[in-house]
């Protein structure tokens, strides 16, 4: 059976009350902690940093921690976020001038790489570099925001990806970023993709447990 993976952004939680929500949705069966880092420069929102993902690890989150970078440029803060406990650290490739010398500086800290695409990004980038990865993410919104709808277009995006990453290696993680949610997380599913961030169906659901399990359980039947 294929490794699903379910990882919250944390965008979308209590920040009043981070290590405790974060400790609770995955208690109720979530895989990955899921970082929307931003600038306020590559994109149009300020976020968090080093810091955040530092307190959850001392608050005693052990969870995977996937962290995506919506930053320009992204050399300097990698070391520090690989410090502050990253397990994924994923780039837009765009948001550097050297896309394998990225990819590098995030091995050697210890972490594992991942190119993000955003919706209009050609595919083209991971021709040069998909052997040397362990994520590829598919922006399914324009990075910026949470709680946007879906791009349509992504699905044909994943399928092609997906062809890419099955020729090359298919451990590479395949993740799909904005506006999943029990409508679409099925359909998304079928395409390919095998790691889902869900940031507001999660964390504005009532209840995470049942939210969370409803996606699997459409996963399953996909």
Known sequence: ???YKIAPSILSADFANLGKDVADVLDAGADFVHFDV????YVPNL???PLVCESLRKYGIEAVIDVHLMIT???DIIPQFAKAGANYITFHPEATKHVDRTIKLIKDNGCM???VLNPA????????CLDQIDMVLLMSVNPGFGGQKFIESTYDKIT??????DAVNPDIRLEVDGGINLENIGRVAEHGVDTFVAGSAIFNSKNYKKTISQMREIISKS
């Open 1 to 3: 059976m294929k490794d």
């Open 38 to 41: 931003m600038d306020n420069h």
């Open 47 to 49: 976020t968090i940093g």
């Open 73 to 75: 440029p992204v050399d």
């Open 113 to 115: 790489p991942g190119i």
């Open 121 to 128: 990004t050609n595919v083209s980038v991971l021709e040069y």
């Open 160 to 165: 092609e990806v997906k062809e890419m990453i």
